[in-house]
Nanobody, 116 residues
């Protein structure tokens, strides 16, 4: 059974940092790319970035580029999202996702709130 469980979301001050984690199970983790998405209130879910199976991260949107970094630990079957210099507009529910064939699997999300 594919399962993704995010953790680490908190309320932080503007300019602060957080590291989110996504623990994965139910598939051969090391061979699949993993992605982080976020959804702010009243907005559609958007891609934050992706880490390939080899660990290279790509596709950071301009809104987070230079501040957010995706990494993975295949031994721990965990994907991380390091977020630095957080801003109020980063407030959202953050989700991890894996695509297995044509099906996408999502975690339950973790709330990040950035106060000014």
């Amino acid at each position: 059974q594919v399962q993704l469980v995010e953790s680490g979301g908190e309320m932080v001050q503007s300019g602060g940092s957080l590291r989110l984690s996504c623990a994965a199970s139910g598939f051969t983790f090391s061979t699949y790319a993993m992605s982080w998405y976020r959804q702010a209130p009243g907005k559609e879910r958007e891609l934050v970035g992706t880490t390939a199976s080899g660990g290279i991260s790509t596709n950071y949107p301009d809104s987070v580029k230079g501040r957010f970094t995706i990494s993975r630990d295949n031994d721990k079957r965990t994907v991380y999202l390091q977020m630095n210099n957080l801003q109020p507009e980063d407030t959202a529910v953050y989700y991890c996702m894996v695509r297995l064939g044509e099906r996408r699997y999502w975690g339950q999300g973790t709330q990040v709130t950035v106060s000014s």
